[in-house]
């Protein structure tokens, strides 16, 4: 091992922020009580995630701090789940979603007491915006809020069943929840859109009169309290408005709205959705690199058959090895994607343009994607042992299910930013697209690489905004989007991962020892070279690449695996993780002993298990 080199890739995976923003956060895990738990029920498992939550509560600075930095707030999306997916959920819905909303919408000395009670943890905060008949529509959302100005309140209510409110943490009476509530503020006959409320939903013994709350039916290894919640005439004091600087009382007691239609103060008023993209990509990576580096350190131990041998290491088999060095690859991608994406959305703190918008979105939707695919080939990667949720990375692909639906579903919310793309229109003066000449390049040149994907996007966006502009047919706008939506998702992903790869050819040039430096370097031919063979028909048809090269490719995948193995101790030790954070018996350094720790399976005396089943 050579720590030079480890500390040089964890301080470009951790954009330099490990020590200060990371480390306590990771330490805080070691705690016993995250150890893994079998023979729980779901409601046990529930309960254990807010008892967890707690603990990481109680051993960081307060909420509202951490909302000032957030570094913070992402690295804290980072960690907790490789120990318990749950407890993620919980964190980041308390902590981002409902006190960042109370934080930025309801800072007001009259709202002094709600604050404190949840930046103490006193009480918990569901995040209730989705309903059962609004969820990718949401903006329609139909829960409303009717001001009575005689007793200074707001009336709150559920009109029908598909306004309930769908997914909230709910579930339990006995943890107290003081929620945000998004509805449909209504004053003086007119309606004025959506805005957040701060509702007590329990005070840790029951509902509060007029609540209703029905569990949902069970997920998969998740026991959170999700619940169906509606409100029949619920009470709440004028005060628990959070108008922020969307609107507000005049002396006469009238409500006055912001400037501006309801759909801008819809937005403003859902300010914490993007951050929230990225603490969900945040924690997508993490989990995706834990199950990289599981995988890694147990397919270095475990043992399988070869021609005139039974005791080879099965990474010493090249299908192992590209199915896991091109995951490897992956993560380093999305890592060094997801922290350009925050670098920008911290240096715009006041304002969100729309070129940042559509990177936070990709990269929420790419990372997500492509750590689902990392986690499931680790799973099967490690055989049986990958199905125990011990070993962790089953329960990461469960976590990584709801993480493609959290904050935006991936295929509308990557839809929508295509179409934001497409209608931009060509800038004046940009340079038409010109395919890259592959006499005589390199498959691993990653500058030609780069060039190829980025050749692939403009032509994308260009039969896109043609498709969208074609008038020698009839249609409606619902008929041209329909033909030209698919066009645009492959160009918007294209996008995220022509910019994933200039991010890792950037941190391959800024690495300071020469490990490091060639081993990502390798790293990001590899990844760019299996992009380019996802689409290699459409790379041969517009001749960026020629019929040998593309009948090169696997050969020449196969060689960058053989060059990156001796660099894979060196390139997962980046990701600052450890057998005694993870806990995982495969990823220990004996991991037959681990297990036999974790099982009790001590026998018989003497006997030395020396293959894997």
Request: charged share 25%; aromatic share 8%; with cysteine.
């Amino acid at each position: 091992m050579n720590p030079v080199a480890t500390a040089d890739l964890a301080r470009l995976l951790f954009d330099g922020r490990y020590e200060q923003a990371h480390k306590d956060i990771g330490e805080l895990l070691l705690d016993p009580i995250f150890d893994p738990r079998e023979g729980l029920t779901m409601n046990e498992a529930g309960k254990l995630a807010y008892e967890r939550s707690r603990v990481v509560h109680a051993g960081l600075e307060r909420p509202v701090e951490i909302l000032r930095d957030p570094w913070r707030l992402f690295a804290l999306a980072e960690w907790p789940s490789l120990v318990d997916v749950s407890t993620f959920s919980l964190l980041m819905v308390h902590y981002n979603l409902s006190f960042g909303t109370v934080v930025e919408h309801g800072d007001r000395p009259e709202l002094k007491d709600l604050v404190d009670e949840l930046d103490r943890l006193d009480s918990f905060s569901p995040y209730m915006a989705t309903e059962l008949g609004y969820g990718n529509n949401v903006a329609a959302m139909r829960t409303e809020a009717v001001y009575d100005a005689a007793s200074e309140t707001f009336v709150l209510n559920t009109p029908d069943a598909l306004a309930q409110k769908h997914m909230s943490y709910s579930g339990f009476q006995d943890v107290p929840k003081l929620a945000v509530v998004m509805a449909r503020l209504k004053a003086d006959g007119k309606d004025h859109g959506v805005y957040p409320f701060l509702v007590p939903i329990s005070d840790g013994t029951r509902l509060h009169e007029g609540v209703h709350a029905a569990p949902c039916p069970e997920k998969p290894v998740q026991g959170l309290d999700n619940g169906v919640t509606w409100f029949d005439h619920v009470r709440v004091p004028r005060r628990n408005l959070l108008h922020g600087d969307m609107g507000g009382f005049d002396e006469n007691g009238t409500f006055r709205p912001s400037s501006g239609n309801q759909r801008k103060r819809f937005l403003r008023a859902m300010s914490r959705i993007l951050p929230g993209r990225l603490c969900v990509s945040s924690s997508a990576v993490g989990a995706g690199r834990a199950s990289v580096y599981i995988a890694l350190r147990f397919a270095a131990q475990r043992l399988t058959n070869a021609p005139g041998r039974n005791d080879l290491p099965v990474i010493e088999y090249r299908s192992h090895q590209l199915a896991l060095f091109t995951a490897l690859s992956k993560v380093y991608a999305m890592t060094l994607l997801l922290n350009h994406a925050k670098r920008e959305f911290v240096a715009a703190p006041d304002a969100v343009p729309a070129e940042l918008n559509h990177l936070i979105s990709i990269t929420k939707a790419l990372s997500t994607w492509e750590m689902t695919e990392v986690i499931a080939t680790c799973r099967e990667r490690c055989g049986a042992q990958g199905i125990f949720s011990v070993n962790r990375i089953a329960d990461y692909g469960s976590l990584l299910q709801g993480l493609v639906t959290a904050e935006g579903d991936n295929q509308v919310l990557l839809a929508t930013t295509a179409g934001q793309i497409i209608a931009q229109g060509q800038a004046e003066g940009e340079a038409p697209s010109e395919a890259p000449d592959p006499t005589g390049r390199d498959l691993r040149d990653t500058a030609f690489l780069l060039a190829a994907l980025r050749h692939r996007e403009q032509e994308l966006l260009r039969a896109a905004r043609a498709s969208m502009a074609d008038e020698t047919r009839e249609r409606t706008y619902l008929d041209a989007w329909n033909d030209t939506m698919n066009t645009g998702l492959a160009m918007a992903r294209v996008r995220g991962v022509r910019t994933a790869l200039e991010c890792f050819t950037e941190a391959a040039e800024e690495a300071e020892t020469e490990p490091a430096r060639t081993a990502l370097g390798l790293l990001a031919s590899l990844y760019a070279l299996t992009e380019v063979q996802r689409d290699a028909g459409w790379y041969l048809a517009r001749g960026v690449f020629t019929a040998d090269q593309v009948e090169e490719l696997p050969q020449a995948l196969d060689a960058l695996c053989v060059l990156i193995q001796p660099h894979a101790e060196i390139l997962i030790s980046g990701f600052n993780l450890s057998p005694e954070l993870l806990r995982a018996p495969i990823a220990a350094d004996d991991y037959v002993a681990a297990f036999q720790r974790r099982t009790g399976a001590f026998g018989p005396a003497g006997a030395q298990i020396t293959t894997e089943s």
